[in-house]
Nanobody, 126 residues
Framework: QVQVLESGGGLVQPGGSLRLSCVAG???????MAWFRQPPGKDREFVAA????????AYADSLKGRFSMSRDNAKGTLYLQMNNLKPDDTAVYYC????????????????????WGQGTQVTVSS
């Protein structure tokens, strides 16, 4: 079992920035990690993912250039830097993990991830 815990959400004005963090235990460097989000009244959607050992990343096409993900294996922490935030970015953001290596085409599939955090709310509003 892998415990996953997100933090860093909050209220931000349009155009602002936030950095989300996700801590996951147990051999973090061997985990494939991802961020998903669920806007109000909508289904959960893929945001970004990173392969274990930093072997590669994938982003939702609509978020490229504004969102950036990284991992610090020494600290066991995943980050999501979100810039130029828009009201449409308002959502609950979830961190997810699997201890399996995934091919790039599978990184976007939420059913590939067994371990999920409780989510952190991000609200973009003036």
């Amino acid at each position: 079992q892998v415990q996953v815990l997100e933090s860093g959400g909050g209220l931000v004005q349009p155009g602002g920035s936030l950095r989300l963090s996700c801590v996951a235990g147990r051999a973090f460097s061997g985990l494939t990690m991802a961020w998903f989000r669920q806007p109000p009244g909508k289904d959960r959607e893929f945001v970004a993912a990173i392969k274990r050992q930093n072997y590669g990343t994938a982003y939702a096409d609509s978020l490229k250039g504004r969102f950036s993900m990284s991992r610090d294996n020494a600290k066991g922490t995943l980050y999501l830097q979100m810039n130029n935030l828009k009201p449409d970015d308002t959502a609950v953001y979830y961190c997810a993990a699997t201890d399996r290596g995934l091919i790039t085409s599978s990184l976007r599939r939420e059913q590939e991830y067994e371990y999920w955090g409780q989510g952190t709310q991000v609200t973009v509003s003036s």
